[in-house]
């Protein structure tokens, strides 16, 4: 026992050593000089990128940002910190304070569309840092990035907005320091989401779902690496469902009761399609309340479009039937006289107004269900 406490007073005072000796380094500019990145004149500097998602909040669709918390985790190799020479010490790295990042050189990283980028530092700086041996520095921080996306509302509610984390590097062209994704010993080597991350208004999404991209971008002032996250946002549809499609459809079958209702009671079929047009009136001011307005059509605007489009139509019929039926009834006494050119106008008005009561009975219906089915195909599968 006394033999292992000896042991582990050793290594304390091994590692203690190792980072006093890096303080030393950092703090003098003869050997080390914090404005020059590592390897400079020599090889490129390859900077190893991997993002831990926690939770993704506040999708905006009106401001079209979304929040993302995050552990932003970066590889790089730091010859000037090297210590493997100097010190015979089995750990693979030693880990060191977060302060020490405020005195070495750091890849400049940063998130090119993001509107705002904050590190969490309560109670502390949530950053870790280790140094191994031969100069490999890796780093870990706690942060939450908001980001701007460019929302497509073309199938809303209906959509899939695909929004992008992108990382480059601000000063540091290809030719001097090159970003690639990685974690060792997974699948998915540049992103992950810890366990399922769950939302009010989209789909789960967990690491399988995410989109890596990494290339080489061309500015004016030179090429430079480029990373990017697309994370897919679904949109649940079926509150949507609930209380704006299956309420409109409803409006519209209600709209149909008309056919049935005899020709002379214009009060009651009138009242019937103006309650109608009411009930998608009112659906569409509570609707349009929620969502954001853009300059194109979306989904849901044809869907109250082709609403109204149908109970008007019902109107409209219902007007050719009062309109031929009033004739039928104005030459009714004429009829009654025996004229036979009366006669035959009363039996060809009354075969019309009738005739058309028929066919709208079984036209609408069909052609409604003909043009859903279309929009639902239109919008949901393609």
Same mark, same amino acid.
């Given at each position: 026992f006394?033999?292992?406490s000896a042991n582990d007073g050793n290594l304390l005072t091994t590692e203690s050593k190792v980072i006093n000796y890096l303080t030393d380094v950092v703090q003098n500019i003869s050997l080390y000089n914090k404005l020059s990145r590592p390897k400079i004149g020599k090889q490129v500097l390859d900077v190893g990128v991997h993002v831990g998602i926690v939770t993704i909040g506040d999708i905006n669709d009106e401001d079209m940002t979304f929040a993302a918390d995050m552990y932003l985790r970066l590889w790089w190799n730091e010859p000037r910190l090297a210590y493997s020479t100097l010190f015979n010490?089995?750990? $693979?790295?030693?880990?060191?304070?977060?302060?020490?990042?405020?005195?070495?050189?750091?890849?400049?990283?940063? +998130?090119?569309?993001?509107?705002?980028?904050?590190?969490?530092?309560? $109670?502390?700086?949530?950053?870790?840092?280790?140094?191994?041996?031969?100069?490999?520095?890796?780093?870990?921080?706690?942060?939450?990035?908001?980001?701007?996306?460019?929302? /497509?509302?073309?199938?809303? $509610?209906?959509?899939?907005?695909?929004?992008?984390?992108?990382?480059?590097?601000?000063?540091? /062209?290809?030719?001097?320091?090159? +970003?690639?994704y990685r974690k060792p010993g997974v699948?998915? $080597?540049?992103?992950?989401?810890?366990?399922?991350?769950?939302?009010?208004q989209y789909a789960s999404l967990s690491t399988e779902d995410l989109i890596l991209t990494e290339k080489v971008v061309h500015y004016l002032t030179g090429d430079f690496s480029f990373l990017s996250i697309t994370i897919p946002f679904q949109r649940l549809t079926s509150a949507y469902i609930?209380?704006?499609?299956?309420?409109?459809?409803?409006?519209?079958?209600m709209s149909w009761i008309a056919f049935w209702v005899d020709r002379k009671a214009v009060p009651a079929r009138a009242a019937l399609t103006i309650t109608t047009i009411l009930i998608i009136i009112t659906i569409a001011l509570n609707t349009y309340t929620r969502i954001p307005n853009v300059a194109y059509i979306k989904a849901i605007d044809v869907a109250f479009a082709v609403a109204f489009l149908f109970v008007f139509g019902s109107l409209l019929e219902f007007s050719l039937v009062c309109h031929f039926g009033k004739k039928y009834d104005d030459k009714y006494s004429a009829s009654r006289r025996g004229s036979t050119t009366t006669t035959n106008y009363k039996n060809r008005t009354k075969d019309l107004a009738s005739c058309?009561?028929?066919?709208?009975?079984?036209? +609408?219906?069909?052609?409604?269900?003909?043009?859903?089915?279309?929009?639902f195909f239109l919008y949901q599968v393609l």
């Amino acid at each position: 026992f006394q033999q292992s406490s000896a042991n582990d007073g050793n290594l304390l005072t091994t590692e203690s050593k190792v980072i006093n000796y890096l303080t030393d380094v950092v703090q003098n500019i003869s050997l080390y000089n914090k404005l020059s990145r590592p390897k400079i004149g020599k090889q490129v500097l390859d900077v190893g990128v991997h993002v831990g998602i926690v939770t993704i909040g506040d999708i905006n669709d009106e401001d079209m940002t979304f929040a993302a918390d995050m552990y932003l985790r970066l590889w790089w190799n730091e010859p000037r910190l090297a210590y493997s020479t100097l010190f015979n010490i089995s750990d $693979p790295s030693i880990t060191v304070g977060p302060f020490i990042l405020d005195e070495i050189w750091r890849p400049d990283l940063f +998130f090119s569309n993001s509107l705002s980028t904050e590190i969490f530092s309560v $109670p502390m700086p949530n950053s870790y840092i280790t140094i191994a041996p031969n100069g490999d520095i890796f780093t870990s921080q706690h942060v939450q990035v908001i980001s701007w996306c460019r929302f /497509d509302f073309a199938k809303y $509610p209906m959509d899939i907005q695909l929004c992008s984390i992108i990382m480059e590097s601000f000063a540091f /062209d290809i030719n001097n320091v090159a +970003f690639s994704y990685r974690k060792p010993g997974v699948k998915n $080597p540049g992103a992950e989401t810890f366990g399922s991350v769950e939302f009010t208004q989209y789909a789960s999404l967990s690491t399988e779902d995410l989109i890596l991209t990494e290339k080489v971008v061309h500015y004016l002032t030179g090429d430079f690496s480029f990373l990017s996250i697309t994370i897919p946002f679904q949109r649940l549809t079926s509150a949507y469902i609930v209380t704006v499609y299956f309420p409109l459809n409803l409006a519209v079958v209600m709209s149909w009761i008309a056919f049935w209702v005899d020709r002379k009671a214009v009060p009651a079929r009138a009242a019937l399609t103006i309650t109608t047009i009411l009930i998608i009136i009112t659906i569409a001011l509570n609707t349009y309340t929620r969502i954001p307005n853009v300059a194109y059509i979306k989904a849901i605007d044809v869907a109250f479009a082709v609403a109204f489009l149908f109970v008007f139509g019902s109107l409209l019929e219902f007007s050719l039937v009062c309109h031929f039926g009033k004739k039928y009834d104005d030459k009714y006494s004429a009829s009654r006289r025996g004229s036979t050119t009366t006669t035959n106008y009363k039996n060809r008005t009354k075969d019309l107004a009738s005739c058309i009561d028929r066919v709208a009975k079984y036209m +609408f219906p069909l052609a409604y269900i003909t043009v859903s089915v279309l929009y639902f195909f239109l919008y949901q599968v393609l």
